[in-house]
């Protein structure tokens, strides 16, 4: 099947190239990582974890936004998706691909990488998080490969990727669960010390994968012969629209527990966050401009007229995307390090290098998800005519 | 024509042994037993037991000490050791003194650069 | 003869695989057990031991000169880089510049506010403000640190010390989130140059690898006290805490001491008598 990756137009070759071009930079630029190490990076002693997790903890909540096709139609028959759970699957695997890129080249010592499995070590959520991240990532392969490779054939899949697709579907939320379980049980990170924190991953989540799906969707439409379906589209920004709502409310209830209760220890992140913190900023605008971004997102989304616009829905979820993009990626990892647990500022950038790093995990992400998309789109347009 | 492939395909993966064999004239080298080594004849392990093993027995050292705190090694012989690569005179450096003419030499003809030194100081090189 | 089939060609192959694994595998069998006649790992005989170590530091003998004497034993007899020197230009050629905020630090001094963030106090008394409270690792009994570590690179030994194995380390600086309160290091770049005098009876670490205060556990296995004791001019004590007899305990049973964010629950080691 993957001999259809390399036939393709003139405009499908030079895209293959530009993402190569990318990567191949964000590759130099982490040569010069892996030799001098992550003095390279805006890190530091008191924001030790930046830009690299941050895209992580996004992409993972992106990755398991592909639920939300698979749930609808293997759970509930919901005919709409059928034609469409192979593009969330395969966005899935993109993802992770990418949320394990981004966990390398954040390690100071990768060549070390193994010892995660050499050592087990049931107490730590990075052990459960390499299970379920790498776990989810086969299924979606497995799965996604599987069916994919049936509807060319137009036989009916095998048996056995049934019973995959649904321990797929706990494994989605494991996904989140666990990565948000990683911040949210650390005693000294007051931003992080919540509940809701996995509840927010998951909303977030679904607005962001769905929303991005949406967006890929009108990218087929343009350049393929395979149509996802308008209706599909419609029902996807339905489910935008409610998540992203939750994610806001879930967002207004952390502000009313910090601000009501006034403790210092939780209160002082989100006020650096929101207002800044004896002086430092930094991080205020972006907060704002993502409040303002998933807000006029949600309302868009709410308002019948507005969401079914053809033109103006790639827009909405754009916004939504990248409004949760800031707050889950910076607004997350800047929150929870600033203060620091001294109740220093220190404040966090990522550096030119460290951009272009993630810049080439991004790219490698988008060459996987182009060549998945491209078999995808060949075969349903093969099987249709 | 399949067996002169084959001839082929045999000297091609053969080749750095016959190049080897072709330029270079060092032979093996014998690390040296230097000072305190060379005097006091009381070893770790036996010569061919620590060449093929000092790797995985430097591991065990190294676990032992971090992880556990116990740093006395007591060989079959009876002699104990510091189990440290170059603390005080009971360590491996502290017998074998020099880095150069022991350690290196295998290695470097080997083509084996171990990262021990990275983080490990050599007293010789600090003075 | 030339194999007919991919079938036989394969069923060979596997044969051979089979009887390619056989030997190693009888080898390892076949080794003997080591006897009682093998050789011995045990600790030094001069090995300071404890159930649970702790460090108790009197505050009213803590003062600028004081801090900085401590700060700079443990500092110089680790190898723990100076960000602040100008590295030998011969020895390092093209260093790059050193960035701001990747410092490494074991042990140093933060005033009560820093110190205690948890006890702020608008009417605190007035000899605690500006006194430099010595803050270090706290080898915590319930170490937050060690519970997230995915390799136990960072581990509690026996004896109650929290300590680093660098070998070990993968450098995911999860342990530096999880610490309450940030004793954690991380080397973003090669310390080599930034280290004045190399000292001979301490590894240095390298790049990428988290560090921290180790509670001079290679001072304990020779039966000496720990650095900063030995600087602190009686500041700081450090000894049993599951000894009723030592004088660890001894300074606790007289004294009313705090201990850094104590309702967390992480159990700190370090107690400071105010």
Same mark, same amino acid.
């Given at each position: 099947m993957l001999? /259809?990756?390399?036939?393709?137009s003139k405009k499908y070759w030079m895209w293959i190239i530009l993402l190569l071009a990318v990567m191949g930079a964000g590759a130099l630029a982490y040569v010069d990582q892996f030799l001098n190490g992550l003095q390279i990076t805006g890190m530091s002693r008191d924001v030790s974890w930046g830009f690299y997790i941050a895209n992580f903890t996004f992409l993972v909540g992106v990755a398991a936004g592909g639920v939300m096709v698979v749930i609808p139609y293997y759970l509930h028959d919901y005919e709409r998706f059928h034609r469409i759970t192979i593009l969330g699957e395969f966005l899935a695997v993109a993802c992770l691909i990418m949320c394990l890129l981004f966990i390398v080249v954040d390690l100071g010592q990768p060549t070390r990488m193994l010892n995660v499995l050499l050592y087990p070590t049931p107490h730590s959520m990075l052990f459960y998080d390499m299970i379920v991240l790498n776990g989810y990532l086969f299924l979606n392969i497995v799965v996604g490969w599987k069916v994919l490779e049936a509807e060319r054939n137009q036989v009916e899949p095998v048996w056995w990727t049934k019973p995959l697709v649904l321990v797929s579907i706990p494994f989605a939320i494991g996904i989140h669960t666990v990565t948000a379980y990683l911040?949210?049980? $650390?005693?000294?990170?007051?931003?992080? $010390?919540?509940? /809701?924190?996995?509840?927010?991953f998951l909303a977030s989540a679904f607005a962001a994968g769905p929303a991005f799906l949406i967006i890929l969707c009108y990218i087929i439409r343009k350049f393929t012969k395979f149509d996802p379906g308008w209706e599909a589209m419609q029902t996807l920004s339905k489910i935008v629209c409610y998540a992203i709502i939750a994610n806001l409310f879930f967002f207004a209830c952390e502000c009313f527990v910090v601000y009501y209760s006034g403790i210092p220890s939780h209160l002082a992140h989100t006020q650096y966050l929101l207002f800044g913190l004896h002086g430092h900023n930094m991080m205020v605008p972006w907060m704002w401009s993502a409040l303002i971004l998933m807000g006029v997102g949600a309302i868009f989304l709410v308002i019948p007229k507005t969401r079914n616009n053809k033109a103006l829905l790639p827009v909405t979820c754009a916004m939504i995307f990248f409004g949760a993009w800031i707050d889950k990626a910076l607004g997350m990892i800047a929150g929870g390090f600033v203060p620091s647990p001294l109740h220093h500022v220190t404040e966090y950038a990522p550096t030119l290098q460290e951009g272009i790093i993630a810049l080439g995990v991004y790219g490698a992400g988008l060459f996987v998800l182009t060549i998945l998309y491209k078999l995808a789109t060949t075969v349903k347009e093969e099987v249709r005519g | 024509m399949i067996m002169a492939g084959l001839a082929v395909f045999v000297l091609a993966v053969l080749s750095p042994f016959w190049f080897n064999l072709i330029t270079t004239t060092m032979a093996a080298p014998k690390p040296e037993l230097l000072g305190k080594a060379a005097e006091s004849k009381k070893c770790v392990m036996d010569k061919y037991e620590m060449r093929s093993e000092h790797m995985y027995l430097l591991d065990v050292w190294r676990d032992s000490v971090v992880r556990k705190g116990d740093r006395k090694y007591t060989g079959t012989n009876g002699?104990? #050791?510091?189990?440290?690569?170059?603390? @005080?005179?009971?360590?491996?450096? @502290?017998?074998?003194?020099? =880095?150069? =003419? #022991?350690?290196d030499s295998c290695h470097d003809y080997a083509s084996v650069s171990p990262y021990c030194w990275d983080c490990h100081t050599n007293p010789k090189e600090i003075k | 003869m030339m194999i007919k089939s991919r079938r036989s060609f394969l069923k060979v192959a596997g044969i051979a695989a089979i009887g390619m694994g056989a030997a190693p595998v009888m080898n390892l069998a076949a +080794?003997?057990?080591?006897? +009682?006649?093998?050789?011995k790992i045990t600790h030094n005989e001069e090995t300071l031991h404890a159930e649970r170590w702790g460090m108790v530091i009197d505050t009213s003998k803590l003062n600028e000169e004081v801090a900085e004497a401590v700060k700079e034993a443990c500092h110089k007899a680790h190898n723990v880089p100076d960000f602040d020197m100008e590295p030998d230009a011969e020895k390092f050629p093209n260093t790059r510049p050193v960035r701001e905020g990747q410092e490494i630090k074991w042990i140093w001094h933060e005033h009560f506010h820093y110190a205690f963030p948890d006890k702020e106090d608008e009417f605190l008394a007035e000899k605690f403000h500006d006194l430099p409270f010595l803050v270090t690792c706290n080898h915590c009994k319930n170490a937050p640190c060690v519970q997230a570590c995915p390799t136990q690179a960072t581990f509690k030994r026996e004896d109650g010390i929290v300590i680093m194995d660098y070998h070990r380390c993968i450098g995911c600086r999860f342990c530096m989130a999880a610490c309450p309160y940030g004793s954690r290091n991380f080397n973003f770049r090669d310390p080599r140059p930034f280290i004045e005098e190399t000292a001979p009876g301490f590894p240095t670490r390298t790049k990428g690898v988290v560090e921290k205060c180790n509670l001079c556990a290679e001072r304990l296995a020779k039966g000496e006290q720990p650095h900063c004791v030995e600087a602190s001019e009686g500041a700081i004590v450090v000894g049993d805490l599951e000894d009723p007899d030592s004088e660890i305990r001894h300074l606790l049973a007289e004294h009313y001491t705090?201990?850094?964010k104590q309702s967390l629950g992480t159990e700190p080691s370090v107690y400071y008598i105010v």
């Amino acid at each position: 099947m993957l001999e /259809i990756a390399i036939k393709g137009s003139k405009k499908y070759w030079m895209w293959i190239i530009l993402l190569l071009a990318v990567m191949g930079a964000g590759a130099l630029a982490y040569v010069d990582q892996f030799l001098n190490g992550l003095q390279i990076t805006g890190m530091s002693r008191d924001v030790s974890w930046g830009f690299y997790i941050a895209n992580f903890t996004f992409l993972v909540g992106v990755a398991a936004g592909g639920v939300m096709v698979v749930i609808p139609y293997y759970l509930h028959d919901y005919e709409r998706f059928h034609r469409i759970t192979i593009l969330g699957e395969f966005l899935a695997v993109a993802c992770l691909i990418m949320c394990l890129l981004f966990i390398v080249v954040d390690l100071g010592q990768p060549t070390r990488m193994l010892n995660v499995l050499l050592y087990p070590t049931p107490h730590s959520m990075l052990f459960y998080d390499m299970i379920v991240l790498n776990g989810y990532l086969f299924l979606n392969i497995v799965v996604g490969w599987k069916v994919l490779e049936a509807e060319r054939n137009q036989v009916e899949p095998v048996w056995w990727t049934k019973p995959l697709v649904l321990v797929s579907i706990p494994f989605a939320i494991g996904i989140h669960t666990v990565t948000a379980y990683l911040y949210c049980g $650390l005693p000294g990170r007051g931003f992080w $010390l919540t509940a /809701i924190l996995a509840p927010r991953f998951l909303a977030s989540a679904f607005a962001a994968g769905p929303a991005f799906l949406i967006i890929l969707c009108y990218i087929i439409r343009k350049f393929t012969k395979f149509d996802p379906g308008w209706e599909a589209m419609q029902t996807l920004s339905k489910i935008v629209c409610y998540a992203i709502i939750a994610n806001l409310f879930f967002f207004a209830c952390e502000c009313f527990v910090v601000y009501y209760s006034g403790i210092p220890s939780h209160l002082a992140h989100t006020q650096y966050l929101l207002f800044g913190l004896h002086g430092h900023n930094m991080m205020v605008p972006w907060m704002w401009s993502a409040l303002i971004l998933m807000g006029v997102g949600a309302i868009f989304l709410v308002i019948p007229k507005t969401r079914n616009n053809k033109a103006l829905l790639p827009v909405t979820c754009a916004m939504i995307f990248f409004g949760a993009w800031i707050d889950k990626a910076l607004g997350m990892i800047a929150g929870g390090f600033v203060p620091s647990p001294l109740h220093h500022v220190t404040e966090y950038a990522p550096t030119l290098q460290e951009g272009i790093i993630a810049l080439g995990v991004y790219g490698a992400g988008l060459f996987v998800l182009t060549i998945l998309y491209k078999l995808a789109t060949t075969v349903k347009e093969e099987v249709r005519g | 024509m399949i067996m002169a492939g084959l001839a082929v395909f045999v000297l091609a993966v053969l080749s750095p042994f016959w190049f080897n064999l072709i330029t270079t004239t060092m032979a093996a080298p014998k690390p040296e037993l230097l000072g305190k080594a060379a005097e006091s004849k009381k070893c770790v392990m036996d010569k061919y037991e620590m060449r093929s093993e000092h790797m995985y027995l430097l591991d065990v050292w190294r676990d032992s000490v971090v992880r556990k705190g116990d740093r006395k090694y007591t060989g079959t012989n009876g002699e104990t #050791f510091n189990m440290s690569l170059s603390t @005080g005179e009971n360590s491996c450096l @502290g017998c074998h003194e020099d =880095k150069a =003419k #022991f350690c290196d030499s295998c290695h470097d003809y080997a083509s084996v650069s171990p990262y021990c030194w990275d983080c490990h100081t050599n007293p010789k090189e600090i003075k | 003869m030339m194999i007919k089939s991919r079938r036989s060609f394969l069923k060979v192959a596997g044969i051979a695989a089979i009887g390619m694994g056989a030997a190693p595998v009888m080898n390892l069998a076949a +080794s003997e057990p080591h006897g +009682s006649a093998g050789p011995k790992i045990t600790h030094n005989e001069e090995t300071l031991h404890a159930e649970r170590w702790g460090m108790v530091i009197d505050t009213s003998k803590l003062n600028e000169e004081v801090a900085e004497a401590v700060k700079e034993a443990c500092h110089k007899a680790h190898n723990v880089p100076d960000f602040d020197m100008e590295p030998d230009a011969e020895k390092f050629p093209n260093t790059r510049p050193v960035r701001e905020g990747q410092e490494i630090k074991w042990i140093w001094h933060e005033h009560f506010h820093y110190a205690f963030p948890d006890k702020e106090d608008e009417f605190l008394a007035e000899k605690f403000h500006d006194l430099p409270f010595l803050v270090t690792c706290n080898h915590c009994k319930n170490a937050p640190c060690v519970q997230a570590c995915p390799t136990q690179a960072t581990f509690k030994r026996e004896d109650g010390i929290v300590i680093m194995d660098y070998h070990r380390c993968i450098g995911c600086r999860f342990c530096m989130a999880a610490c309450p309160y940030g004793s954690r290091n991380f080397n973003f770049r090669d310390p080599r140059p930034f280290i004045e005098e190399t000292a001979p009876g301490f590894p240095t670490r390298t790049k990428g690898v988290v560090e921290k205060c180790n509670l001079c556990a290679e001072r304990l296995a020779k039966g000496e006290q720990p650095h900063c004791v030995e600087a602190s001019e009686g500041a700081i004590v450090v000894g049993d805490l599951e000894d009723p007899d030592s004088e660890i305990r001894h300074l606790l049973a007289e004294h009313y001491t705090i201990r850094r964010k104590q309702s967390l629950g992480t159990e700190p080691s370090v107690y400071y008598i105010v």
